[in-house]
């Protein structure tokens, strides 16, 4: 398997193939996602995986990670929470906690709404820390990994993609170095920028208008290329001793905190044991989604622009500004919803394939998710190099529209907490007294709740038994 963390994943060797045989399977993307797929499938020893890391290192961008009961079940399954547990900020628990405590910040005096309860709350980490776990836990013995390399293109066979699956031609990997190598499965968790989806959906697209589908080509190319949510995060990671001293006892120092303004958001939490604040806060134009984005996705900016961005918010939130040193801010795309996550012996997992916004904290939840799964039925003794796309169709049966609903639910948590759902927006400060603010808040903590409380209320347990039920019955 190949799996590359902003490119690919190979799955199922190309030697002499039989029914117990040596698969080898290719990774691109050597983030969350793909990292997590070679874990999954480190459990079984005739899997070879190649991991492709496009950067020159395996390394997270230093920002935080959550962690809901529904993905934590999956971190028992694959044998990593003792680890995970000695870098979480508060060690998992299944006693009720305060996940998220939701404010309404953007005036003067602030007012909290709304206590998020959940099983356990939700475990925060460091995405290096959490990224140097799941590395430790990579096999040794089938798992090999490469840095530096990131995809350009992939063909099957001699350069035709067009060519019968039954042959089991090899799918040639073409990395932007020059170099290739080879695999039997592309697994593609190369992020919202994928490459390996633009390949897939363009080869569709050929298929498609061939056979007369023009409606069918044009859904599949304009899955190719990211668009811009309308919304841009500034992000940043400062020390807990620095807001400390800034106001003592801010709440943020022990508590995840959601603080909701009119177009406005901003999400702050204790990292690395308590050491660390993640922080992250939202600017929405909300008229602009579907758009380009016109300049750098990521780019560092001052202090200032984001002062002039929240002005007049209440002396706590301004404390937490006062507390960055530096800061950068980022266009935040998402992916169109797809007609199909695999075709042949190629699937995409994580954002490559429903690039989502972070407002339930599930992005790096659903990769694993999606990881999990795969590889479990990848795994099974039914799947043989004849029957790979079965259990490519399989998990993209079951995992493509819950995935998807938990992008659009993501997205309604964003406009929710930027005020902007229809029916919930707010007028002026004056109009914000009455007691109609209060029920509106009511009501969007209600939604919120709503939208979220499927992290905590359910595992994919379900999903899992489903998938291979369909896999062994030969359905689809």
Known sequence: MFCESSNIIPLFSCSPLTHTFPRHGHLDGGGVGGLMMAVALSKYSDIQVDVYEAAGQFSEVGA????????????????????????????????????????????????????????????????PDFQAVLLLHLSSTSCRTHTAKRLKTYLYGQGSASKSESSLLPIHLHFQDGTTATCDLLIGADGVRSAVRA???????????????????????????????????YRTIFPSQTLSQQLPGHRVLHDPMIYVGRNTQITAYPISRGTGINFAATRSHWEQENTLFEGPWVQDVSRDELLHAFDRWEPEV???????????????????????????????????????????????????????????????????????????????????????????????????????????????????????????????????????????????????????????????
């Not at 870098?87 to 998220?100: G, R, W």
């Not at 999606?370 to 169709?393: C, E, I, N, Q, Y």
């Not at 979220?452 to 595992?459: A, G, I, K, M, P």
């Open 318 to 476: 301004v404390a937490l500004f006062q507390s960055i040193e530096g800061l950068n801010r980022w266009a935040m795309h998402t992916v169109r919803p797809l007609r199909s996550y695999v075709s042949e012996r190629v699937a995409l997992i994580g954002d490559s394939a429903h690039a989502m916004l972070p407002y339930q904290g599930v992005g790096a939840g659903q990769a694993i998710e999606d990881a999990f799964l795969l590889a479990t039925l990848l795994g099974h003794s039914v799947t043989t190099p004849a029957t790979l796309s079965r259990a490519l169709k399989v998990y993209d049966a079951v995992r493509r529209p819950f995935s998807q609903h938990v992008l659009e639910t993501s997205r309604e948590n964003g406009q929710l907490f930027t005020l902007n759902y229809p029916g919930l927006t707010f007028g002026t400060p004056q109009e914000n007294r009455d007691a109609k603010k209060l029920q509106k808040l009511q009501d969007l903590c209600n939604r919120v709740r709503k939208n979220w409380e499927w992290c905590w209320l359910t595992t994919l347990d379900a999903d899992l038994e489903r998938a291979v039920k369909m896999l062994e019955n030969g359905s689809q």
């Open 199 to 233: 390949t897939m959906l363009r080869d569709l697209a050929t298929k498609a208008q061939s056979e007369g589908h023009t409606q069918e080509a044009q859904e599949a190319l304009a899955g190719v290329d990211p668009v811009w949510s309308g919304l841009s995060m």
């Open 64 to 127: 935080g990670i959550g962690m809901w009961p529904r993905t934590w079940n999956i971190m028992e399954s694959l044998g990593l929470t003792e680890d995970l547990a000695k870098i979480a900020v508060i060690s998992p628990t299944d006693i009720p906690k305060v996940a998220f405590t939701l404010r309404k910040g953007d005036e003067p005096i602030g007012h909290t709404f709304h206590q998020l309860i959940t099983p356990g709350g939700m475990i925060t980490f460091h995405r």
